[in-house]
């Protein structure tokens, strides 16, 4: 995965009425502008849920209601804190707002399981294993999300016969060839020689995509 | 990003191909809607006194207002001891341990200025409060049966 990007949810440096910066977006929408509010969710909101998404995985996987929740709560939480001090502005509003969804979230598990906060019993727990992962910065996090929204645009772009075999992804990426074949009613050697093939394309279409030339899976060292 | 299983380790696209599924169920490339304005609004824009401060104000007040009215309840009951006493020249048992307690308060020797709320206890009324006006306590003093 490359990780210099950002392109999709990094903000616009330049000041001026089309592209406005973060902190004229700000200070607008402390004062009750909504536009410039829906402005700064355009920018940041993505990073918002995948911030909680990536501290509560599961969780969000089970109810994506919760997230939707905790993704409300933390725009709730910007604004009353940047309205509680307006004379302090966040040097970055990714930094920050990450911070702040990262917060929400570990509040939002507590309250789910009040427990939550003790230290980690046994290494099953699905809650813990969710706070005791380590806490990649804001940079590491839009990298990845970049990189997730390439993969979609990619697999978009896939045609109809490869999108019917990700249907059945999570037997393969579990291995279970066999299984997976039968459901798509094919041999299977001739899925693996057809997944092989589906992962080649993404693997370009993201390099080319992403503008990195990127080397096929198989020609890496590792 | 990577993710092993016990035979044929993902590679990253596999991995890739995973995290997005999840992401996808879970909502993350949904749209979180305009938060409600009452929820963050509520609070004023800039907080003048804090909650620590007023809630050290109030409690400054409440001990306030207790010292002031045990120092009028105090002036009070001393002040009808005194008229008690010089008009019958007896004092009762149940006094006796306030008005003890009242002059170790407020004794202050021959010249000593007097608390404005020791009035009661200068039994002599020269202004002050010394073993005079407990030489006068233990005259008055009497049990009244």
Redesign the interface.
């Given at each position: 995965m490359p990780k210099d990007r950002g392109a999709h949810v990094r903000p616009t440096a330049p000041h001026s009425v089309a592209h406005p910066d973060d902190h004229s977006l700000v200070a607008a929408a402390i004062h009750g502008d909504d536009a410039a509010l829906r402005t700064l969710m355009d920018r940041y909101d993505r990073l918002v849920r995948y911030t909680i998404f990536r501290t509560a995985k599961r969780q969000c996987v089970r109810d994506p209601q919760w997230l939707d929740t905790v993704a409300s709560d933390s725009w709730t939480g910007l604004l009353r804190s940047l309205r509680r001090e307006p004379g302090k502005r966040p040097t970055l509003l990714s930094t920050y707002l990450t911070a702040i969804a990262r917060n929400q979230t570990l509040s939002a598990l507590r309250r789910l399981r009040p427990g939550l906060s003790d230290p980690p019993r046994q290494s099953g727990s699905e809650h813990m294993a969710d706070l005791t992962a380590p806490h990649p910065e804001p940079v590491d996090f839009l990298s990845d999300l970049d990189s997730l929204a390439l993969l979609r645009e990619c697999l978009a772009d896939l045609p109809e016969a490869d999108k019917i075999i990700l249907s059945q992804l999570n037997a393969i990426t579990q291995r279970r060839w066999n299984e997976a074949g039968e459901a798509l009613g094919m041999s299977e050697s001739t899925l693996r020689s057809r997944w092989k093939r589906i992962l080649d394309r993404l693997r370009e279409c993201v390099a080319r995509k992403s503008g990195s030339g990127v080397a096929p899976e198989d020609d890496r060292s590792d | 990003?990577s993710?092993t299983?016990h035979?044929?380790p993902?590679?990253?696209?596999?991995a890739?191909?995973?995290?997005?599924?999840?992401?996808?169920?879970?909502?993350?490339?949904?749209?979180?809607?305009?938060?409600?304005?009452e929820?963050?609004?509520d609070?004023p824009?800039?907080?003048l006194f804090p909650l620590r401060t007023v809630r050290r104000l109030a409690i400054a007040a409440v001990i306030a207002l207790a010292v002031g009215v045990w120092s009028l309840m105090f002036q009070k009951n001393l002040s009808s001891l005194r008229d008690r006493s010089r008009m019958a020249g007896t004092v009762r048992v149940a006094d006796l341990g306030t008005i003890q307690a009242s002059i170790a308060h407020c004794l202050g020797g021959p010249s000593g200025s007097i608390d404005p709320t020791c009035g009661g206890v200068d039994f002599d009324g020269d202004g002050d409060v010394d073993l005079a006006d407990f030489r006068s306590f233990q005259v008055s003093y009497a049990v009244k049966r």
């Open positions: - | 990003m993710v299983n035979h044929e993902l590679d990253s696209i596999e890739s191909l995973t995290e997005l599924v999840d992401a996808e169920r879970a909502g993350v490339f949904g749209q979180t809607p305009l938060p409600e304005r929820a963050w609004k609070e824009a800039t907080v």
